[in-house]
């Protein structure tokens, strides 16, 4: 079973910084697309990013584009999410998903069939 673990969550003041891991417990994280998540108490799970496993492929949400950058270091076997200029709307648990599809739809959590576990992100002074 393929496993995702999130981390670097924590506690920072807005229009700060934090930058999020997702280790993947895979033979070659080039055979999968990943996708970066969050949830809100309260409200529905959100799509924040992906990076497809075809070169260039990544999506935003309009809410973090400019502000948050997907990237993949396939030596690692780790996707990181780059989280700039935070907002305190941007308090959430963070999940990454792991999807064999060629290219990512940032939004459709369908399409993901490994998840993370989360890590919490608070944003607040």
């Known amino acids: 079973q393929l496993q995702l673990v999130e981390s670097g969550g924590g506690l920072v003041q807005p229009g700060g910084s934090l930058r999020l891991s997702c280790a993947v417990s895979a033979i070659s994280l080039d055979s999968y697309t990943i996708g970066w998540f969050r949830q809100a108490p309260g409200k529905e799970r959100e799509g924040v990013s992906c990076?497809?496993?075809?070169?260039?492929?990544?999506q935003y949400a309009d809410s973090v584009r400019g502000r948050f950058t997907i990237s993949r270091d396939s030596a690692k076997n780790t996707v990181y999410l780059q989280m700039n200029s935070l907002k305190p709307e941007d308090t959430a648990v963070y999940y990454c998903?792991?999807?064999?599809?060629?290219?990512?739809?940032?939004?459709?959590?369908?399409?993901?069939?490994?998840w993370g576990q989360g890590t919490q992100v608070t944003v607040s002074s």
């Open positions: 998903a792991a999807s064999r599809s060629r290219t990512c739809s940032y939004n459709d959590f369908r399409s993901y069939d490994y």
């Open positions: 990076s497809s496993r075809r070169a260039g492929g990544t």
